[in-house]
C-alpha cells in the first residue's frame, strides 16, 4: 500500500498541501481530480519522494519514504511527470533503455519490445526522440517509465502519473488509460492526475477530489462523482447525464452564467 | 530481434572505439617521427621495438635520446591532457544538460589557472621541496577549478534544471573574476614568471618532462576512468534530474563525483601544460554527430578523439615554424574556431 498521512506542505506560510492523507492500494487506479493551483502537483511531488516530505509521512509497502534510497524507491514505484525535456539526440529505444538503469532484469530486450509495443511506438524505436511530435514524446516517456516496473515482482508496486494524457489526441488518450487498467491485474497501484473528468469517470476505481490543498472528496467513483461537489470544487456548475450508449456517467460543464473567474496560484 | 540489434549496437560501439585507437596509434607515430629532428620512419619503429627487446634495424643513440627523453613524454602528456579535456567537456555537458559548456567557458581552466598562478607566483618557496612541486601544483589547480565549477553549477540551477542563459553568464563572470585575480597577481610577479606565464597561458606541451608523467597518468587517469563508469547515469541525467532520481539515481551523489573527476582531469592537465582552448567543447560535439548520444561511447570515444586531436595540433605546432614552436593554444582555436562556425551554420540550416 502506498500511504500517505497527514501530508503539509507550505510556501511562505501558505499551505500548499493541507494535512492531506490517502491511500493508494495495488490494483487499483486513483485518479486526483482538481482546479489549477489545487496542491495536486505539489502532492504528486512529495508522494514520488521529489519534495522532502517535512510534516506528515509518506511509505511505501510500510517502509517509510525517508529511509528507502533512490535505487530502492525506483524499484517500488515509477513516476511520469508532466514534460520531460531531452537535450542529446537520443534515440526512442535508448530513452526507453534508460527506465531499467537502476533495476537488474533478467531479459531487457523482451521487456523493452513489449512497452513500446504496449504503447504503439515500436515503429519509432530507432527515431531520434527530439524530432518526434508531442503526443509520440508522451507515449514514449511512457514506455520509459512503464519498462521500470514491466517486470513481474512479489510485492505491490506503485505508478504515479502527472496528466499524461495532456498532449494526446482522444484515442490516444483511451489508449493510455486502458494500458493502466492492464497493470491493475499486475499488482500496481496507479495514481494519476487528470484535468478530463469524464476519463476519470470511466477508467478510476477511486477518485479523490483536491481544492486548496485539501481533500474536498475522496472514494469510490459513484461516491464521488455528484453535481454538487464537484460544482463546489472546480466553482463551475457540472450536470451528469446518463451515457445513452454504455449506461455508465457523462459529465457534462455547462456554460457558466456570472463570470468570475477565481485566480489561484497555477501549478 | 532486439537483442540481436542491442548486440550490434554495442559491436558497432567497439567497433568506432578501436578505429580512433588505430588512428591515435598512427598520430603518435608520425609525432614521434617527424619534427625538428626528423628521425626517418623505419629508425622511429626500431627505437621502439629496441625499448621492448626486439633488434630490427639500427639507429644512432642521439635519435633515440630525442625520441625517448623529448617526444615521447610530450606526446604522452598531450595524449593525457587531451583525452581529459575531451572527456571532462562531455561529462560536464552531459551533466549541465548544455552542449555549449566547456571547461573554459564555465570556470573550471580560468580557476585552475588562477590557482595554478597563486602556487607559482606566492609560494615560490615550493620550489625548493621537489615534491611539493610536482604535487602541489596540479592539486592547487584542481582546488580552483572545483571552487569556480562549484560555483557556476550554482549559481546557474533553478528548481533542479540549470538555466543556459544563467549558466552562460556565471561562466562569463567568473571568467572575467578569475582572469583580473591572474592579473592582479602577475602585478605582483617577477620577470622570470611573467614570460612562463605569457606562454603558460596560450598552453605549452614543451615542459613536459619523464618527470610530470607519473603525477599526470594517476591524476588524469584515475578520474577519467571513475568518469567513465558514471556514462549510465549521465544518460539518465539527460532526461533530467528528477527524471533520473525517479529512475533510481543518486543523483547529488553523482554530480558530485562528476565536479570533482571533471575538475581534477583539468586542473591537473591545466597545472601541467597551461590553457587550452576548444578540445573540451569541439571534440564530445563531433563524436554526438558522428556516432549519437549515448554516454558510454561518447566518453571513451571523446577520451581518444580528444587525444588524437590534441596530438595533431602539437605536432603541426612542432613543424609548422621549425626550428620555433607554435604555441598549441593557437593551433587549437585555429582548428577549433572555424570548425565551430561551420557547426553552428549547419546546426542553424539544419533547424530551419
Known sequence: ?????????????????????????????????????????????????????????????????????????????????????????????????????????????????????????????????????????????????????WETKPFPRYLLLDEPTSSLDIAQQHAVLKILQTLKSRNIGILVILHELNLAAQYADKIALLKNGMIAKAGTVEEVLEEKILAYVFDHPIHLIKNPVTGGVLISAAAQTHTSIPTFKQA | MITALSHTKIQSQNLTLIGFGIVLVLVVLASLSLGAYSIPFPQTLSILFDQIGIQVGTFEVQQANVLLQIRLPRILMAMLVGGGLGIAGAALQGMFRNPLVEPGLIGVSSGAALFAVIFMVIIP???????????????????????????????????????????????????????????????????????????????????????????????????????????RQLNALALGEQEAFHMGVNVQQVKIRLLICSALVVGVGVSMVGMIGFVGLVVPHLIRILFGADHRLVLPGSFLLGAILLNFADLIARVIVIPAEMPIGVITALIGAPFFIWLIFNLNKSKN
Open chain 1, 1 to 149: 500500500m502506498l500511504q500517505a498521512s497527514q501530508v503539509h506542505f507550505c510556501i511562505r506560510q501558505r499551505p500548499i498541501v493541507d494535512e492531506v492523507s490517502l491511500e493508494l492500494n495495488p490494483g487499483e487506479i486513483l485518479a486526483v481530480l482538481g482546479p489549477n493551483g489545487a496542491g495536486k502537483s505539489t502532492f504528486f511531488k512529495i508522494l514520488s519522494g521529489e519534495i522532502k516530505c517535512k510534516h506528515g509521512s509518506v511509505g511505501y509497502n510500510g517502509h517509510d519514504i525517508h529511509k528507502l534510497k533512490a535505487c530502492d524507491l525506483a524499484a517500488v514505484r515509477a513516476v511520469m511527470p508532466q514534460h520531460t525535456q531531452v537535450n542529446f539526440p537520443f534515440t526512442v529505444q535508448e530513452v526507453v533503455e534508460l527506465g531499467l538503469i537502476s533495476t537488474k532484469v533478467k531479459q531487457p530486450a523482451k521487456l523493452i519490445q513489449e512497452v513500446l509495443e504496449a504503447t504503439n511506438t515500436s515503429h519509432l524505436k530507432n527515431q531520434v526522440f527530439n524530432h518526434l511530435s508531442g503526443g509520440e514524446k508522451q507515449r514514449v516517456q511512457l514506455a520509459r517509465v512503464l519498462v521500470q516496473i
Open chain 2, 125 to 231: 618557496a615550493a620550489g625548493s621541496l621537489a615534491w611539493i612541486k610536482t604535487l602541489g601544483l596540479p592539486l592547487f589547480a584542481f582546488i580552483g577549478g572545483l571552487i569556480c565549477v562549484t560555483a557556476v553549477y550554482q549559481l546557474s540551477k533553478s528548481q533542479g534544471r540549470t538555466d543556459a542563459a544563467t549558466l552562460i553568464l556565471a561562466g562569463v563572470a567568473i571568467n572575467a573574476l578569475a582572469g583580473s585575480l591572474i592579473g592582479l597577481v602577475l602585478f605582483f610577479a617577477d620577470d622570470s614568471a611573467l614570460r612562463s606565464f605569457t606562454f603558460w597561458s596560450l598552453g605549452d606541451l614543451g615542459g613536459a618532462t619523464w618527470a610530470k608523467i607519473p603525477v599526470s597518468v594517476t591524476l588524469i587517469g584515475v578520474p577519467s576512468i571513475l568518469l567513465l563508469l558514471n556514462s
